[in-house]
């Protein structure tokens, strides 16, 4: 069995249309990580903390963790605490562009792949009225960088460089090669 260690419904929604069986089983960790650490190192920390929580109770089981962070200029933008904290990091990320790191931990028993993609995505002119009318959809409050690419949020997106699956918070084609060696 093929466990997700998620609940975001974006890589549920992933897994699921790339025809992959699975179950999903949540991790409460806190997600508290060394500031020294690298975007990627972070994202893939994460990721992998996220997985081994769940795969000690599941331990002849497929264990997937991911996480994803925004980073602009060096900063980690998380998940917005309120409506103000999205807004100023809209308008932070407003005509620039950041990356999106992706961290994945793929385990089962012992055997363990950690690895992260990075996709760079540059925003449109935001003003302050399209960044309240986006905020008033209430998209933006669970996502890291306070938009989804996948929903409402793309219109505020300008282009992007990479995989686009990545920025949704799984970078499908590398979990699949990954997959692969452990069915």
Same mark, same amino acid.
């Given at each position: 069995? /093929?466990?997700l *260690?998620s609940?975001?419904?974006?890589? *549920?929604?992933?897994?699921?249309? *790339?025809?992959?069986? $699975?179950?999903?089983? #949540?991790?409460? /960790?806190?997600?508290? $990580?060394?500031?020294?650490?690298?975007?990627?190192?972070?994202?893939? &920390?994460l990721?992998?903390?996220?997985a081994k !929580?769940?795969?000690?109770?599941? =331990?002849d089981?497929?264990?997937?963790?991911?996480? #994803?962070?925004?980073?602009?200029?060096?900063?980690?933008?998380?998940?917005? /605490?309120?409506?103000?904290? *999205?807004?100023?990091m809209?308008?932070?990320?407003?005509?620039? +562009? !950041?990356?999106? &790191? @992706?961290?994945?931990?793929?385990?089962?028993?012992?055997?363990?792949? #950690?690895?992260?993609?990075? #996709?760079?995505? +540059?925003?449109k002119?935001?003003?302050?009225?399209?960044?309240?009318?986006y905020?008033? @959809?209430?998209?933006?409050?669970?996502k890291?960088?306070?938009?989804?690419?996948?929903?409402?949020?793309?219109?505020?997106?300008? =282009?992007?460089?990479?995989?686009?699956? @990545?920025?949704?918070?799984?970078?499908? =084609? =590398?979990?699949?090669?990954?997959?692969?060696?452990?069915?």
């Amino acid at each position: 069995m /093929i466990i997700l *260690a998620s609940g975001s419904p974006r890589r *549920a929604k992933l897994l699921k249309d *790339a025809g992959i069986e $699975f179950k999903i089983v #949540t991790s409460d /960790i806190e997600e508290t $990580f060394n500031p020294d650490l690298e975007p990627q190192e972070v994202a893939m &920390y994460l990721a992998r903390l996220k997985a081994k !929580h769940i795969a000690l109770s599941y =331990k002849d089981d497929i264990v997937i963790g991911a996480d #994803t962070i925004v980073v602009y200029n060096n900063q980690i933008l998380g998940k917005p /605490i309120d409506q103000e904290d *999205a807004f100023r990091m809209l308008s932070m990320l407003s005509n620039q +562009c !950041h990356f999106v &790191y @992706t961290g994945v931990s793929i385990i089962k028993g012992e055997d363990e792949d #950690t690895f992260y993609d990075q #996709t760079e995505v +540059c925003m449109k002119p935001l003003s302050e009225l399209e960044i309240k009318s986006y905020i008033r @959809t209430l998209e933006p409050m669970d996502k890291a960088g306070s938009y989804g690419i996948q929903g409402e949020g793309r219109h505020l997106v300008e =282009k992007y460089e990479g995989d686009f699956f @990545t920025i949704m918070g799984l970078p499908l =084609k =590398k979990v699949i090669n990954q997959l692969k060696k452990h069915i």
